[in-house]
């Protein structure tokens, strides 16, 4: 039997280095608001200590690095996200909209599908199991990848290449994250939490000062914020309003749920 009071979220320290545990197994590492809450929080608690110098996230068990959003909570009146103000801004998985200066390292294991590629694509570095697979399906059920993927995947992928996937929903594999330059490591399943620890132990090496001050510039981060990311939010909730209204965003997940294929009105 699950165990239902165990934490959505598991945060251990190894050094300098703050590990980030989504610990839904059972649902495939989904998230809803317990998880959105549990890594937001552990990403502020990284950023405001100057003993953590980099984070690596991962997820439960061999089979999921995180499956996206928790539908079937969400179908029985759960909720994706926290009622406070402050930390629905962090975005998806309390990760989306919430950059910080610490290097972080996805550590994935299994797929990352829907929101789960737009929390790895929120990392800095990757680092992947063989059996890790990476995707944005929502245009197979009349969404969009709306937490930041439709614009951030164009960025860290060759652009042809990712509006081939951004527009066909189809994944890519660890392999072929690896020639897309889109991981930096593919290894065996039990390699990877040693890899990617040792990779964090590389960066905590370094000034961490210097480490955070290169990210900051890379990224252009300023306040906790990317510049150019707030026009992308708006050009995102612009769109979202407008897709959620349709006929097709609400024929996509029926269609999903009866196990049929969708029949699109473009309305």
Known sequence: MTDTAAPAVLTTRNGHILIVTINRPEARNAVNAAVHVGIGTALDEAESDPEIRVVIITGAGDKAFCAGAD??????????????KAQQAWGFGGFAAHP???PVIGAVNGFAFGGGCELALMCDLI??????????PEVKVGLFAAAGGAFRIVKQLPPKLAMEHLLTGDPFDAETALRYGFANRVVPLAELMPTAIAL??????????????????ALRMQDGQIAGDDAHWADNSRERKA???????????RAFAEKRKPVWKAR
């Open 127 to 136: 680092v992947a199991a063989e059996n890790a697979q990476f995707g944005l």
């Open 71 to 84: 539908l079937v909570a969400l179908s029985r009146g759960g909720a994706l996200a926290p009622e406070d």
């Open 243 to 253: 897709l959620m209204a349709s006929e097709d965003a609400r024929e996509g997940p």
């Open 200 to 217: 964090a132990e590389k960066i905590a090496g370094n000034a961490p000062l210097s480490v955070q001050a290169s990210k900051r510039v």
């Open 100 to 102: 910080i200066s610490k």
